[in-house]
C-alpha cells in the first residue's frame, strides 16, 4: 500500500530512541522528510538521521523539551523554516524526569508527588506540541497527528493509577481534537502500545517482569519498536483519510 507520505513532512518528538526512533525510519523510507527531536542526546539523534540520509531519506536532528514550550515552539519553527510545511505529528517523547515507573505502587500508597509529574509529563507536553503545530496544519488544510499512549489509559492498569489516568486524559485530548479539527483537515489519533522492549523499558523493567508480562501476552513475548510503528505510519499518512479520533491498542492483544 503506498503511504503517500512523499515529500511529506514529520515530526517525531523523542525520535532519537525506542519507538519514536523506529516511527521515523519507518516515515522516511515511506518518503516522508523527518524532523528528529531529542531532549539531550544529540548524538542518538545524529545516528537516526545519518540512517535516514544513508538510506536516500532527508532528516534533521532539532533540540526540543517537553517541559520548555518555548523549546517546542522553536522546534516546529525551524521545520516550517526548513521545508515550509508540516504534515505529520507522532506526539511521542515522555518526560520521565521525575516519574518512578517502577516498582508498582498500591493506590493507598500513591503520594501526590508521584502522581503529579505522571499528569505533567503525559499531558502538559503532548499539549503544548500539539498546539504548536496546529497554525500550520490549519494553513494547509491537512495535518495528521498521531499520540503515542499505553494500553493502561484504555484497560487500567492495577498499581499503576497515575501512569493510567494520565494517558486516559491524553485520550480526551485526542477525541476532542479530532471533533475540533476535523473540519480543517486535521486526523488525530492515538496509538497504545503494549510493553514495547525499548532501552527504557529494558532499564526500569526488571527482568522477571518483563518475563511475567511477556507469558500474560498472547503472543507470548513483548513486543519490538518496529512492530508498533507501521500502525503509527498508516495514520498518519494522506492514505489515511477516514480514520480519526481511534485508540489503537498494537499490544499483541494484552
Ligand atoms: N516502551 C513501552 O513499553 C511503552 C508502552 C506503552 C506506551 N509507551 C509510550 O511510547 C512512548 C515512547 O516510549 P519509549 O519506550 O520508546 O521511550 P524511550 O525509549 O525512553 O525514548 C524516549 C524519547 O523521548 C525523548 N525524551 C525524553 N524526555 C524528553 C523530554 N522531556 N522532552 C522531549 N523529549 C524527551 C528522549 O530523548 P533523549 O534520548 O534525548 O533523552 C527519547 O528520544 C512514550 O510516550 C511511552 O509512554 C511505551
Not at 476535523?182 to 486526523?187: C, K, M, R
Not at 526488571?206 to 513475548?221: E, F, G, K, N, V
Given at each position: 500500500?503506498?503511504?503517500?507520505?512523499?515529500?511529506?513532512?514529520?515530526?517525531?518528538?523523542?525520535?532519537?530512541?525506542?519507538?519514536?526512533?523506529?516511527?521515523?525510519?519507518?516515515?522516511?523510507?515511506?518518503?516522508?522528510?523527518?524532523?528528529?527531536?531529542?531532549?539531550?542526546?544529540?548524538?542518538?539523534?545524529?545516528?537516526?538521521?545519518?540512517?535516514?540520509?544513508?538510506?536516500?531519506?532527508?532528516?534533521?536532528?532539532?533540540?526540543?523539551?517537553?517541559?520548555?514550550?518555548?523549546?517546542?515552539?522553536?522546534?516546529?519553527?525551524?521545520?516550517?523554516?526548513?521545508?515550509?510545511?508540516?504534515?505529520?505529528?507522532?506526539?511521542?517523547?515522555?518526560?520521565?524526569?521525575?516519574?518512578?515507573?517502577?516498582?508498582?505502587?498500591?493506590?493507598?500508597?500513591?503520594?501526590?508527588?508521584?502522581?503529579?509529574?505522571?499528569?505533567?509529563?503525559?499531558?502538559?507536553?503532548?499539549?503544548?506540541?500539539?498546539?504548536?503545530?496546529?497554525?500550520?496544519?490549519?494553513?494547509?488544510?491537512?495535518?495528521?497527528?498521531?499520540?503515542?499512549?499505553?494500553?493502561?489509559?484504555?484497560?487500567?492498569?492495577?498499581?499503576?493509577?497515575?501512569?493510567?489516568?494520565?494517558?486516559?486524559?491524553?485520550?480526551?485530548?485526542?477525541?476532542?481534537?479530532?471533533?475540533?479539527?476535523?473540519?480543517?483537515?486535521?486526523?488525530?489519533?492515538?496509538?497504545?502500545?503494549?510493553?514495547?522492549?525499548?532501552?527504557?523499558?529494558?532499564?526500569?523493567?526488571?527482568?522477571?517482569?518483563?518475563?511475567?508480562?511477556?507469558?500474560?501476552?498472547?503472543?507470548?513475548?513483548?513486543?519490538?519498536?518496529?512492530?508498533?510503528?507501521?500502525?503509527?505510519a498508516f495514520l498518519?499518512?494522506?492514505?489515511?483519510?477516514?480514520?480519526?479520533?481511534?485508540?489503537?491498542?498494537?499490544s499483541g492483544g494484552?
Amino acid at each position: 500500500m503506498d503511504l503517500h507520505l512523499a515529500a511529506r513532512v514529520a515530526l517525531v518528538t523523542g525520535g532519537s530512541r525506542g519507538i519514536g526512533r523506529a516511527a521515523a525510519l519507518l516515515l522516511a523510507r515511506e518518503g516522508a522528510r523527518v524532523a528528529v527531536s531529542y531532549r539531550s542526546d544529540v548524538d542518538r539523534a545524529a545516528a537516526v538521521v545519518a540512517e535516514i540520509a544513508d538510506a536516500g531519506g532527508e532528516a534533521f536532528a532539532v533540540p526540543l523539551n517537553l517541559a520548555d514550550h518555548e523549546s517546542i515552539r522553536a522546534a516546529v519553527a525551524s521545520v516550517l523554516d526548513r521545508w515550509g510545511r508540516l504534515d505529520v505529528l507522532v506526539s511521542n517523547a515522555l518526560d520521565t524526569a521525575g516519574l518512578t515507573l517502577w516498582p508498582p505502587t498500591a493506590f493507598e500508597e500513591l503520594a501526590a508527588s508521584t502522581w503529579q509529574p505522571f499528569l505533567r509529563a503525559n499531558v502538559d507536553g503532548p499539549y503544548a506540541v500539539a498546539q504548536a503545530v496546529v497554525p500550520a496544519m490549519r494553513a494547509q488544510g491537512f495535518g495528521r497527528m498521531v499520540m503515542v499512549s499505553g494500553t493502561s489509559g484504555l484497560d487500567g492498569q492495577p498499581f499503576a493509577a497515575a501512569l493510567a489516568t494520565a494517558k486516559a486524559a491524553l485520550h480526551g485530548l485526542v477525541r476532542t481534537l479530532t471533533k475540533e479539527l476535523g473540519p480543517a483537515g486535521i486526523l488525530v489519533n492515538a496509538v497504545l502500545p503494549g510493553t514495547t522492549l525499548t532501552e527504557h523499558i529494558a532499564a526500569v523493567l526488571p527482568a522477571d517482569a518483563r518475563t511475567t508480562r511477556a507469558s500474560a501476552s498472547p503472543i507470548r513475548r513483548l513486543l519490538d519498536p518496529a512492530e508498533v510503528v507501521p500502525a503509527i505510519a498508516f495514520l498518519a499518512s494522506p492514505t489515511n483519510t477516514g480514520v480519526t479520533g481511534e485508540l489503537l491498542r498494537v499490544s499483541g492483544g494484552l
